[in-house]
């Protein structure tokens, strides 16, 4: 079975650009999850998805970033303006049916590494 | 609030040698979950280890072993007989379903581990 899947790897972007970063979940997963690494913060979730239905963005940080989830195999995290500040390792992840199912485990993709100059 | 603690930004341990790695959180609720991951230079995330908070028994993994000592509220990492692969920077976490709907995953900081030869 295929993982997490996450594009692009590797992304250069100059301030004030957009940035799209996509990820396709693992087939039959219900939820989907954005993380952000920085060495300062390290590993913040941004916003998760029950269904395709955004459940907890509190962890966007501004405006500048949205997410969504138009069906069940494909999430984006738009990032509009960039700004060099947000350079850093974006994680999708995806889990099956959680409710107070505390043992699933995340099934991370290989991440998305943005660098904003 | 919840919150997960590990204290050890860097450990050394000596090939084939047992490393102990430090993990303490936070929760007021009597079910929640942790994992320990690990994240070799490569950058992706893998799934190491599960421990529920109702469970009798200490988690086992191979040569990965959970020491959960709930009153304490620690879940220490125990690798046994390093190797050269175990390099990698290690992140325990922690679901509390309670607080959300479905239960996000919060990370430690991270403690970064070398096996020397």
């Known amino acids: 079975d295929a993982g997490v899947i996450q594009s692009p790897r590797h992304e250069v972007t100059e301030m004030g650009q957009e940035v799209t970063l996509r990820c396709k979940p693992i087939s039959g997963h219900d939820y989907l999850f954005w993380y952000r690494q920085t060495m300062m913060r390290g590993l913040e979730l941004l916003i998760y998805f029950n269904n395709n239905v955004p459940i907890d963005d509190s962890g966007m940080p501004e405006d500048r970033f949205s997410a969504k989830m138009p069906n069940a195999s494909f999430s984006t995290l738009k990032i509009q303006p960039s700004e060099p500040r947000d350079s850093a390792v974006y994680f999708c992840a995806s889990s099956l049916a959680l409710g107070y199912a505390t043992n699933e485990k995340l099934f991370f993709g290989s991440g998305t590494q943005l660098s904003v100059l | 609030a919840q919150k997960i603690t590990q204290t050890q930004p860097g450990m050394f341990v000596q090939e084939k040698e047992a490393v102990t790695l430090d993990c303490t959180y936070d929760t007021s609720d009597p079910s929640y979950g942790l994992f320990w991951y690990k994240q070799p230079s490569s950058g992706e995330m893998i799934f190491l280890i599960y421990?529920?908070?109702?469970?009798?028994q200490n988690a086992t993994e191979g040569r990965y072993s959970l020491n959960f000592q709930k009153a304490r509220k620690s879940a220490n990492l125990v690798i046994s007989a390093s190797q050269l692969g175990d390099s990698a920077m290690y992140f325990c976490a922690m679901r509390d379903p309670l607080y959300n709907q479905g239960g996000k995953l919060i990370f430690g900081q991270g403690t970064e581990l070398s096996v020397k030869p």
């Open positions: 421990q529920g908070s109702y469970d009798q």
